[in-house]
């Protein structure tokens, strides 16, 4: 026999869903306990549009905090590039007008 999963199931499910996210996104704020602890007396008394707001906020937090560092190495990696680079470029322009003048002289003598 299979059971019946009702609207109200679901709807349950979802907010059970939502509900641990949000709280997962407060437990892991760089913050004192304090703080969390009013984050989820102000979660316990909003409303669906407001915890969505929250939840949002709190999750693009999360996500620019837990890359931080790789757009710092990002950087470093994309600065040292840039380095080899103009030192290659410059060294490449050095043997070229070498090479120029070494051609200039042979046609001068």
């Known amino acids: 026999m299979k ?23 407060i437990a892991s704020l760089p913050a004192d306990d304090e703080i969390k602890e009013a984050f989820m007396a102000l979660a316990e008394n909003s409303s669906y549009e407001e915890l969505e707001k929250l939840s949002g906020a709190l ?8 890359t931080r560092d790789i757009d710092d190495q990002f950087k470093k990696d994309l600065a040292l590039f840039k380095q080899e680079t103009e030192t290659g470029e410059q060294k490449i322009t050095d043997e070229f007008l070498a090479k120029l003048s070494a051609i200039e002289e042979k046609i001068r003598s």
């Open 3 to 25: 059971s019946k999963t009702t609207k109200t199931d679901i709807v349950a499910a979802l907010a059970d869903s939502k509900g641990r996210k949000l709280g997962l996104l």
């Open 59 to 66: 999750e693009a937090l999360y996500l620019n905090a837990s």
